[in-house]
């Protein structure tokens, strides 16, 4: 199978832009993203080994492209690169979903001496010699997104799946009142977003009175969603809240219950426009659904730039920044919401709506 | 008795998908009675239809001897362009049908020429074509689909006709028309010599390019008409939406009994074995068993009826030797 679609995902998007909570230990960036609470953990990097003058040549090794959610990524980074002065090329070469062509990138970017490597992995555990490589001859390392093995790459941004999964948990375990019958929803098969992100719920949903229907792998695909969804509203009379990790999937399983003429349910999901749209349309005539949503930040690029940046200008940046989700309910979906734009946008993105519109025009 | 055993190895071949599908379906039933639900067949005919013509179009490449790979990127690139070009108004349908056909069309084409003409085993040629096809729809959207499939439209995935889905009404049609093409017609006889030996059938004054060229172009065209009712059936663009195909198509085919080796098996067989298979993914999602098992139950259940063709296509062999 074509391993373009194994992958095709990572349309995490994300999380508020609402006010800042600025906690000890913690910090934010000062613009768009700047209402984003990011953790620092793993210690700090020191910059001094990095430091450079300008300009600087940058390389980024994208896993894969073509989904909304690396669209709106790279959208955002090229933006970024266009803000400062001293960045003199942005080279991004494409894996096209496979690892070892992306381990190839990697080196070959490293060859080209550009100072700072991003990255997004196909495989966590395949790039790390790679990176590692790249680190040993002074080349500053920054995986984000998906997170990679080990320690020896420099920076990694991104948030943390267990995390999330378990506050979608809570969320719905909330949301049923603490009792009734769920399905889950996963990606791709074997995918360890959704193994962290599944880990994560059942731990909030373990001592309720929320029993499991069943657990299936739905591609993160409207489509597949929907079939799955319809199989399994024939086995199971009763579906009280969906949980998803990906927004597609949660939608898929909206449109199946409404063809199936069954209550729409409390779903939860991450920031894909669709879903909110169909909240939007039906949660006045369905008064049981209610949505809990979640989502990595298309932004993180942005905030992996501006690390390798700090670094090489000399400061210190964190070891692992971890981006703090913000939940997107029915008591915020309004200010969230693109009624105007395509169903596949990832709603939280530090890009106008005018960027965005030139983006899926 | 050689005879006899001949002709019960064809019918084994080209029938015996039928009994398979109503045995696991019995079965699944027996572990799961959700199975025998009506709303449940209504289901499972209804997602069978897209499957279905694309498995169809599959089937008159492998028929030829061929197969096509680039089916996956039919259906995403028809998916595409037709919620593009509709962007949801119904007076737009006319064009958001007709263009990506003829697209589909013209794909078919080149695949039969390049295969034909320039000589490219029909593996790397359709592969080749796939990629092509998936990098025409990221330029085309620039990695961001939008537009949306029109109200009317969606009726085709999501309507019925007196209970049975309107999509399994345009498959189970579109599948009699191509029964009768390839059973009933010169064409079609010329279709299965083709494909059982293109040296004798050339020898017989059959133009062995062109009914080639032909048979590639109808297997786009079908996958099109797939990529259609995936699009009715959803609505919306989505980029990954058929690589869902590339491999269960053939699949398909298979294990309705079309030889991999051309010349053998057919249309009827094909429907067989996509209702298998949907069956299968249903049963499946339905079922108490982990992820992983589901894909186990999968690859043996099909595996398992490749086998049986097999050793009934060996039986005819000694038979005939």
Known sequence: MNSRTQITRRRFAAVGIAGALLLPGMFAFADAISSATISNEGGMVNGTRFKKKGPYRIGFSNGFSGNTWRTEMLASLNAEVKRHSDIKDLIIVDGQGDITKQVNDIDNLAAQDVDAILCIANSGTAVVPALSRANQEGIITAPFNLPVAGTEWTTFVGTDPTKKGRALGKWLRDALGGKGKILGLGGIPGNSYTAAAWAGAKVALEGSGIEVLAFRDAMWQEDKAKVITADLIAAYPEIDGVWADGGQDAAGAVLALLAGNRPLCPVTGDDFNGLIKLYTKYHTSQPKFDIGLMSDPTWESVVALRATLTLLRGGNVAKRMIITPRLITSANYMSYIKPNLPDGVFVDTDLSDAELEKLFG | ?321
């Open chain 2, 1 to 321: 008795m050689a005879e006899k055993f001949h002709g019960l190895t064809l019918i084994l071949r080209s029938g015996a998908v039928w009994p398979a599908a109503i045995l696991l379906y019995l079965m699944a039933g027996l572990i799961s009675p959700a199975m025998f639900e009506l709303r449940q067949v209504v289901d499972i005919l209804q997602v069978s239809a897209f499957l279905g013509l694309v498995a169809l179009g599959q089937t008159m490449v492998l028929l030829v001897g061929g197969v096509d790979l680039s089916v996956a990127g039919v259906v995403t690139l028809v998916n595409i362009l037709s919620t593009d070009l509709m962007d949801g108004k119904i007076s737009a349908i006319p064009v958001g049908v007709a263009l990506p056909l003829l697209i589909a069309v013209i794909v078919g084409l080149s695949n039969g020429v390049l295969v034909v003409w320039a000589g490219i085993t029909p593996l790397i040629a359709t592969l080749g074509m796939n990629a092509i096809l998936y990098g025409g729809a990221l330029i085309y959207t620039g990695g961001a689909p939008h537009g949306a499939a029109a109200p009317g439209f969606t009726a085709l995935g999501q309507g019925s006709l007196i209970g049975v889905p309107a999509s399994a009404v345009c498959w189970i049609t579109v599948a009699a028309t191509m029964w009768m093409l390839t059973r009933r017609t010169a064409y079609g006889r010329r279709l299965y010599a083709v494909g059982a030996n293109p040296v004798a059938a050339h020898m017989m004054g059959v133009p062995v390019g062109y009914v080639l060229v032909s048979a590639y172009t109808l297997g786009s065209l079908l996958a099109g008409m797939g990529g259609l009712l995936v699009t009715a059936y959803i609505g919306q663009p989505s980029l990954g939406i058929g690589d869902q195909f590339l491999l269960t198509s053939v699949a398909a085919a298979v294990v309705g009994g079309t030889a991999l080796t051309g010349g053998i098996g057919g249309v009827a067989g094909t429907v067989g074995g996509t209702l298998l298979i949907t069956e299968l993914n249903s049963f499946t999602d339905i079922v108490h068993v982990s992820v992983g098992a589901q894909y186990v139950m999968q690859g043996a259940i099909i595996a398992l009826g490749t086998i049986v063709y097999q050793l009934a296509g060996r039986a005819r062999l000694a038979n005939s030797a």
